[in-house]
């Protein structure tokens, strides 16, 4: 259930990714179904994409990986997120995640994977369920 507040959700592409097309477009599904969306652009930090979440005050912090790095950019960013006292934001990760990496990120603190190709409606559903 979302709050009356618009769920604000930053969406991200950390590391030297330099493919974005598939970010926009959950940016602009995301948008449609009722979100503020706000897209930090490519290769962002993990400090970057973290100063970008506590000064927007964001609900939902979201990192578009398809590098094959995601395991140790979601690592720093675990560090980065418990230095920043975010750790009550929602985090979820998308992108060309292998089946047998998911457990993995959960265990570093990621909520939710969706890999690519996931259905734009259960990405919406998913936020709209786990935000208070």
């Not at 995601?70 to 997120?81: E, G, S, T, Y």
């Not at 890999?115 to 559903?125: A, K, L, M």
């Amino acid at each position: 259930m979302m709050t009356e507040r618009t769920p604000r959700v930053l969406l991200a592409k950390p590391g030297l990714d330099g493919h974005d097309r598939g970010v926009k477009v959950v940016a602009l599904a995301l948008r449609d179904a009722g979100f503020e969306v706000i897209y930090t652009g490519l290769r962002q930090s993990p400090e970057a994409i973290v100063n970008i979440a506590a000064q927007e005050a964001v609900d939902v912090i979201g990192l578009s990986i398809l590098s094959g790095s995601h395991l140790p950019i979601c690592a720093r960013m675990r560090d980065v997120i418990e230095e920043a006292g975010l750790e009550d934001k929602l985090w979820i990760v998308g992108g060309n995640i292998p089946h047998g990496d998911r457990p993995k990120l959960e265990k570093l603190g990621v909520n939710r994977v969706f890999p690519t190709g996931s259905p734009f409606d259960e990405i919406v559903s998913y936020l709209k369920e786990q935000l208070p």
